[in-house]
């Protein structure tokens, strides 16, 4: 969807930068490979763009514009709506604003209404983050044991990081998909969270 979306806005100098968050580059390739995507198709391993942006789950959108300044925070949106039904998230509404915002039919937000709606890490976001980079490094250097401690501490320091929580699951030989997954997420849900949080209308 999103190469579509590219290909038909490119004459208004429109540009969809993809970003995967994968444990290793392989893990990602089979899937842009699949896409023969013809924008930019990043592979962020080490969730350096979920730090730069304060992304906490995927899919996250961010709309930004000629001048590198952020026209719309982060978003929860789909390109297509195959787990519409799960997630209850409707696809068309995002891509619709989206291209009226590209074409010129609609305003992006102010620059106030941009702050007031990015979300900005916590002090205990940034340390689940630190803890990330050290499980990381520690997970590189093939000391397992000592990552995992480290993954799991953050996932306790910002339990609404998922980017932590599930991110670092195929690094820990769990199925991110898996039971363990489906019972983090029923916990979740089950104490009154949102697992995909999106912005006012």
Avoid at 15 to 43: F, G, N, Q, Y
Avoid at 128 to 135: C, H, K, S, T, V
């Amino acid at each position: 969807m999103w190469q579509a979306l590219y290909e038909e806005l490119a004459d208004s100098n429109f540009v969809v930068i993809s970003v995967a968050m994968d444990k290793t580059a392989d893990d990602a390739r089979p899937w842009i490979e699949a896409a023969k995507p013809t924008h930019p198709s990043l592979i962020d391993t080490q969730h350096l763009v979920a730090d730069l942006y304060n992304m906490v789950n995927v899919p996250t959108i961010v709309w930004i514009d000629e001048d590198g300044r952020i026209a719309r925070p982060n978003d929860v949106a789909f390109g297509r709506d195959t787990f519409k039904a799960i997630t209850g998230v409707d696809s068309a509404k995002h891509m619709n604003a989206l291209r009226a915002w590209v074409r010129g039919e609609a305003q992006a937000m102010t620059p106030d209404e941009v702050r007031s709606l990015r979300s900005l890490p916590t002090g205990k976001h940034q340390e689940a983050r630190a803890e990330f980079g050290l499980a990381f490094w520690l997970y590189e250097q093939g000391r397992n044991e000592a990552a995992e401690r480290h993954f799991l501490r953050g996932g306790e320091l910002a339990p609404d990081d998922f980017m932590i929580r599930r991110g670092s699951m195929p690094m820990r030989g769990i199925d991110p998909m898996g039971p363990v997954f489906a019972k983090m997420l029923e916990e979740w849900q089950s104490a009154g969270n949102s697992y995909y949080l999106q912005l006012p209308d």
